[in-house]
């Protein structure tokens, strides 16, 4: 029997690989409702990392990488230096 065109013959998982467990549990949780995470994060204890906020939200490396790439965009990040650290430019969460 044929798989059908909407199914993948070959499900190695590679989808998930890089998603936590809670992304996996809790799809739900949006792009804003994590962006305003990540700000609360970064400002109560002043760390810009895409680890702090992987770590801290809990989420997997690439949604984490996405996240800090919107802050930065927006001004709220500095470009990750030489060493890769971050500013933070903003002091207070504002509205999208």
Excluded: C, H, W
Aim: proline share 5%.
């Amino acid at each position: 029997m044929a798989p059908s065109s909407d199914t993948n013959p070959v499900d190695d998982g590679q989808e998930d690989m890089f998603q936590s467990k809670q992304e996996r549990a809790a799809p739900e949780r949006n792009i804003e409702s994590l962006m305003v995470e990540a700000k609360k994060a970064i400002i109560g204890e002043g760390k810009a990392s895409t680890s702090f906020v992987q770590r801290r939200l809990n989420i997997g490396y690439n949604r984490a990488v996405s996240i800090m790439e919107d802050l930065e965009k927006e001004g709220f990040i500095s470009p990750a230096n030489y060493a890769g650290k971050r500013q933070i430019l903003q002091g207070s969460i504002q509205p999208a």
